[in-house]
């Protein structure tokens, strides 16, 4: 005969009971328990906090503009706070957007020059191989 298991004395959102097994010395399981009430908040706060936009895009950031990015955080944080003026932040945010611009200069400037690589290449196999266009 098979041994029934222990379950969740709670209820799921759908109003049906809750089949997952509880916890040690506890009659509800984690997502249920009130002993674990602070942590469900806390997970629940840190992935909000993992799937926002600007996390998400920071993933892809060089340390470069990690650095940058972080600066920037912490430089609206001491406006908040008072304790740099706000021309001074103002300043200090267009010399960042100064070094972004230059960033996407420079990388445009590298892909149309692999673009140029990968266009001669083609050139050269299609002189070589007496394959005519048109």
Aim: proline share 3%; with cysteine.
């Amino acid at each position: 005969m098979r041994e029934q298991k222990a379950c969740c004395q709670g209820t799921r959102r759908d109003g049906q009971p809750c089949t997952v097994r509880p916890l040690v010395g506890d009659r509800y399981c984690f997502a249920h328990s009130a002993a674990t009430r602070d942590k469900r908040t806390a997970a629940r706060r840190e992935g909000g906090r993992n799937r926002s936009t600007l996390i998400r895009a920071s993933r892809g950031l060089s340390p470069e503009l990690a650095t940058l990015q972080e600066a920037l955080v912490r430089l609206f944080s001491e406006v908040k706070a008072g304790t740099v003026a706000p021309r001074s932040a103002e300043v200090m945010a267009t010399v960042a957007r100064v070094v972004l611009e230059f960033g996407r200069f420079a990388f445009d400037m590298h892909d149309a020059a692999e673009l140029r690589r990968r266009l001669d290449h083609l050139e050269a196999q299609l002189g070589a191989g007496g394959v005519r266009a048109g």
